[in-house]
Structure formats: structure tokens, C-alpha cells
Nanobody, 130 residues
């Protein structure tokens, strides 16, 4: 059974940085797949933040985080990371890690689409104070 566990959440000031980690287990990491981050702010729908297709290393980002967030993977550790710099109050949300087999259902304006993902972590909370 695929399990995803996020960590690295917390409370920081605007302008600071955080790095989220997601450790995955229970899947064949040697096969190409999509690893993605989503977030859900209070009172809003969940939105795609960033994704990486491990088959080619292709990355996708939501316009709102381009230039500030970087997604990366470590197959040896079965992990995906989200480096978040220049954080804004608007980045406050619960952040979720997700995975699916095959290429990402994503584009480089919206980032990943929720319908393409198969398994989800329970999330980690990020709070940015302005």
C-alpha cells in the first residue's frame, strides 16, 4: 500500500524560507511516476503547486509560485521536496504530497491537476505571518 508522509511545516515570517519533505513507501520507485505538491488555504479549494515527472525530470509550477518554489526528488530516498523561498502570507495553507503512475496531468501555468493524482499524504501546515 502506497503511503506518503509530509514533514517540514511550520510558522515563519513573510520573506523567509521553508523546505517540505515527503517520504513515500509501498510503490515501485523505479517506474516513472508523477510526484506533486498541492495546497489548500482556509476557505479555498485545493490547488496544484508543483509537480515532477520522474521519467524525464520535467517540472511544472503554478504561476503563483514560479521563481520562488522548487520541486526536487531523491529516488534513493523515495522522497520529494519543495523548497519554498520568499514566502508570502498568501502561501499559508495545508500542503499535501501526492503521487500517480505515469506522466503528470499538469501544465506550466496551473501546475498539477488534482484529478490526475492517485494517492495523498495527510498534509503539513504552513503559516506565514506578514
Amino acid at each position: 500500500q502506497v503511503q506518503l508522509v509530509e514533514s517540514g511545516g511550520g510558522s515563519v515570517q513573510a520573506g523567509e524560507s521553508l523546505r517540505l519533505s515527503c517520504e513515500a513507501s509501498g510503490y515501485d520507485y523505479r517506474s516513472a511516476h508523477c510526484l506533486a505538491w498541492f495546497r489548500q488555504a482556509p476557505g479555498k479549494e485545493r490547488e496544484g503547486v508543483a509537480a515532477v515527472y520522474t521519467g524525464r525530470g520535467t517540472t511544472y509550477y503554478n504561476d503563483s509560485v514560479k521563481g520562488r518554489f522548487t520541486i526536487s526528488q531523491d529516488n534513493a530516498k523515495n522522497a520529494v521536496y519543495l523548497q519554498m523561498n520568499s514566502l508570502k502570507h498568501a502561501d499559508t495553507a495545508m500542503y499535501y504530497c501526492s503521487i500517480s503512475g505515469g506522466p503528470c496531468e499538469a501544465d506550466n501555468d496551473h501546475g498539477p491537476y488534482e484529478y490526475g493524482m492517485e494517492r495523498w499524504g495527510k498534509g503539513t501546515l504552513i503559516t506565514i505571518s506578514s
